[in-house]
Structures are given as structure tokens and as C-alpha cells.
């Protein structure tokens, strides 16, 4: 019965929690969530797990619930694996043509599996997305987003090869495993929230997507269905918290509830609090103080990161703010705009249910398996399952 089960079982995985939810797709309609549940663990910091039993744990409960929740007997499940534990290699291939004919979906395997060679080169990881930032053929300036069905000799792709740590990959193999799933796909957190959560119109040209989470962000530099670098650093919105906390001597709780009511755009008097709860005293200056401070930090990993790659990366892109970390704060995109001497836009999902931007990772790994259940040929042009 499980085997032909239509459900699909997707499990999110932050910095701060694992997610697990089970839906299916309706005909002609939107994925329909049948169950869902989420986890807390310790996370992980430069890529290295805190607690490793713990998060191995909380995928294990969080899953056991939802399978429980909907009584469902899916094989298949769709991991997404956060930056700090991805990278990208991006490469220009060329692939000849035995004629002059059109190009079909079998020629576009056949160029991405040329330039596949991380079995040898790359040990330590697994690949488990390929896309194309665009094609061109026949040695023609033309550059195209897709080229099925375009009559040509020759093909050239530049590829990005979205690479899993072997390491992670088998620890979330082993947990799949004894929950019962067989089928088990993996999808970088990044590449999904470039390709699901902006149109084709927004991925014509290059951009930056900065996904801050509560311990781990990253930012991605992309364009069409590719990316062409993605750094991962360990800083998020929980060390704001952390720093109103330490400095103002107040307890956790009061300072993640300063961090959320704190206003960067507010000209704070001298005595207006934020926070008092008998036990606490948060005021609005120090608070906007701190968080500012952690921003500043921000915005210097950020410039310095755009220095990097300017030689592909121009200074009048898009950038695009999403996460948990500091896109809800209020005045953050303003403050950081300025810090970085270039535009910031809000990120948010399109996903009835999902349209926060903490809930921006969940909501690209279910418009990404939804497409992929959807239509076959999305699955050839842009997921690759060589996750082994």
C-alpha cells in the first residue's frame, strides 16, 4: 500500500528546529498539508552538530508524530540540507552533438553528467541538486534558460552542482532508514528558496538571497535556476538575543522577547521600556543599541562577501532578506540597507499557510516537491537524484 502512496513526507531542518510535515498533491490544486510538526534541537555551529543525539531525536519524534498524525505509509522523503553542511561548484561544460538536430532532455543529462565527477574529486561530499544557470549553443552569444527542442551541433551549460556532506547525508540516511522510508532525496535549503520562492522574471539576472536563521545564515549569489556562490556563516538572530541577554543581564526568554519588540526605526527616550515582567527590565534604547550592534556585524560579513565576488556580482542587484533571524525585526531591512549602501527587499513566501519569512525554508522544500511530483520533466531539467 505504501509503496503507491501519494503523500509526501518533507523534512526541514534548521538551525534551531527540525520540521516534518506529510501532504499530497490535488489535481489541478495546491499541496494539501495533512500533518505537520515541529521540533526543537541544539543545532549546529560551523558545521558541526551541538548535540548530535539530540537532533537525531527530534527528527526521529517529529517524524514518528506525523506518520502517527496521518496514519500515512509514504516510502519517500524530501531532506533539505542547510548551507552550512552544502556547497556549490559551478562549471562551464561543453557536450558535442552527433549532428545538427534538436536538443532533447536526454542531451541535457548527458551535459550535466559530463561535467559530474565529484565521485573522484570530491569525497568528503555527495551531489544532490544540478541546475543550469543558462545554456548556449553552437558558440553563440545567445544565452538561454532552456534548450530542449533548439536545433544545434554543440551544447554548453554553465552548471551549478549543489554538493551534501557525505557526513550528513548518511546520518539523515540511517534515521530515514528506521522510520521506514526507502526512497530518500536531498535538496539544498539555498537552491530551493532561489528557484521556488522568486518567478523567472526575477531570476533573469543575478541576485542575492540573504537567509539569516537563528543561529546560521547564508548568502546566496544566483541566477535563473543556478547559483554561482553560496557562503554559510554561524551568526543569526539568535545571538542578538544573546548579546541583549548578556550585556543587560536579563534572562533568555526576556531578551528573545526584547529582540521581537524592539523597533530599529524608534528614537527611544532615556526611560521607555520594552520589557517588564517583575523580573526584567528591557529599555528600547539599549535594546535598539545591541541589536544595531549585531547588525553592524552583519553588514561587514555581508560587504565583505560582495568584495569577494564583484567580478561577477553587480553592484545594482537585487537582494533579497528572508529567515527567521532578522527579516521580522522591525527596521532591520532599513538599518541594514544602509549599512550595505544597497537596496534590501523582504523575501516572504507565496504559500497559503507559509508566508513568513522564518517559514521560507519550509515553504521552497514544498513548492520544490510539489513541482517535482507535478511534472516529471521539471524533475530531469533541474533535480538530479545522484545523491549517492
Known amino acids: 500500500m505504501g509503496l503507491f502512496s501519494k503523500d509526501i513526507a518533507i523534512l526541514d531542518v534548521?538551525?534551531?528546529?527540525?520540521?516534518?510535515?506529510?501532504?499530497?498533491?490535488?489535481?489541478?490544486?495546491?499541496?494539501?498539508?495533512?500533518?505537520?510538526?515541529?521540533?526543537?534541537?541544539?543545532?549546529?555551529?560551523?558545521?558541526?552538530?551541538?548535540?548530535?543525539?539530540?537532533?537525531?531525536?527530534?527528527?526521529?519524534?517529529?517524524?514518528?508524530?506525523?506518520?502517527?498524525?496521518?496514519?500515512?505509509?509514504?516510502?519517500?522523503?524530501?531532506?533539505?540540507?542547510?548551507?552550512?553542511f552544502a556547497k556549490v561548484v559551478t562549471k562551464e561544460v561543453d557536450l558535442n552533438l552527433d549532428k545538427l538536430r534538436h536538443i532533447t532532455d536526454d542531451d541535457i543529462d548527458a551535459l550535466f553528467r559530463t561535467g559530474n565527477d565529484f565521485k573522484d574529486s570530491e569525497c568528503d561530499y555527495v551531489v544532490a541538486n544540478t541546475s543550469a544557470i543558462y545554456y548556449s549553443v553552437d558558440g553563440e552569444d545567445k544565452l538561454y534558460g532552456d534548450v530542449r527542442g533548439v536545433e544545434a551541433s554543440s551544447l554548453h551549460g554553465c552548471l551549478s552542482y549543489m554538493l551534501?556532506?557525505?557526513?550528513?547525508?548518511?546520518?539523515?540516511?540511517?534515521?530515514?532508514?528506521?522510520?521506514?522510508?526507502?526512497?530518500?532525496?536531498?535538496?539544498?535549503?539555498?537552491?530551493?528558496?532561489?528557484?521556488?520562492?522568486l518567478d523567472d522574471k526575477q531570476r533573469e539576472n543575478v541576485f542575492v538571497l540573504i537567509d539569516t536563521g537563528y543561529i546560521s545564515s547564508s548568502i546566496t549569489i544566483a541566477k535563473g535556476e543556478g547559483i554561482l556562490d553560496m557562503r554559510s556563516f554561524s551568526m543569526g538572530g539568535g545571538h542578538i538575543a544573546g548579546d541583549i541577554c548578556e550585556f543587560l543581564?536579563?534572562?533568555?526568554?526576556?531578551?528573545?522577547?526584547?529582540?521581537?519588540?524592539?523597533?530599529?526605526?524608534?528614537?527611544?527616550?532615556?526611560?521607555?521600556?520594552?520589557?517588564?515582567?517583575?523580573?526584567?527590565?528591557?529599555?528600547?534604547?539599549?535594546?535598539?543599541?545591541?541589536?544595531?550592534?549585531?547588525?553592524?556585524m552583519f553588514a561587514d560579513i555581508i560587504n565583505g562577501i560582495f568584495?569577494?565576488?564583484?567580478?561577477?556580482?553587480?553592484?545594482?542587484?537585487?537582494?533579497?532578506l528572508t529567515g527567521e533571524g532578522i527579516a521580522p525585526m522591525r527596521g532591520a531591512k532599513r538599518y541594514l540597507s544602509d549599512k550595505i549602501s544597497r537596496k534590501?527587499?523582504?523575501?516572504?513566501?507565496?504559500?497559503?499557510?507559509?508566508?513568513?519569512?522564518?517559514?521560507?525554508?519550509?515553504?521552497?522544500?514544498?513548492?520544490?516537491?510539489?513541482?517535482?511530483?507535478e511534472q516529471n520533466n521539471l524533475l530531469k531539467r533541474i533535480f538530479k537524484g545522484d545523491k549517492r
Open 14 to 84: 534548521t538551525s534551531r528546529t527540525v520540521s516534518v510535515m506529510i501532504g499530497v498533491k490535488k489535481a489541478r490544486g495546491p499541496f494539501v498539508v495533512k500533518g505537520a510538526t515541529e521540533k526543537p534541537h541544539q543545532g549546529y555551529c560551523n558545521g558541526k552538530w551541538y548535540e548530535p543525539a539530540d537532533t537525531c531525536k527530534a527528527v526521529g519524534d517529529a517524524l514518528r508524530d506525523v506518520l502517527e498524525q496521518t496514519s500515512s505509509r509514504t516510502k519517500k522523503i524530501y531532506i533539505s540540507v542547510p548551507g552550512e
Open 164 to 197: 551534501a556532506e557525505k557526513g550528513y547525508v548518511e546520518m539523515f540516511d540511517k534515521i530515514a532508514s528506521d522510520m521506514g522510508f526507502n526512497d530518500v532525496r536531498y535538496i539544498s535549503t539555498e537552491w530551493a528558496e532561489c528557484v521556488s520562492l
Open 249 to 296: 543581564g536579563v534572562s533568555f526568554d526576556a531578551a528573545e522577547d526584547a529582540k521581537r519588540l524592539v523597533d530599529l526605526n524608534m528614537r527611544y527616550g532615556a526611560d521607555e521600556v520594552i520589557i517588564s515582567d517583575g523580573e526584567n527590565v528591557v529599555y528600547g534604547n539599549y535594546a535598539a543599541e545591541i541589536a544595531k550592534n549585531r547588525l553592524d
Open 307 to 320: 568584495k569577494e565576488v564583484e567580478d561577477f556580482a553587480p553592484s545594482y542587484m537585487p537582494i533579497y
Open 344 to 373: 534590501v527587499e523582504i523575501l516572504t513566501p507565496k504559500l497559503p499557510g507559509y508566508v513568513k519569512p522564518e517559514e521560507s525554508s519550509k515553504a521552497a522544500l514544498i513548492l520544490m516537491t510539489d513541482s517535482l511530483t
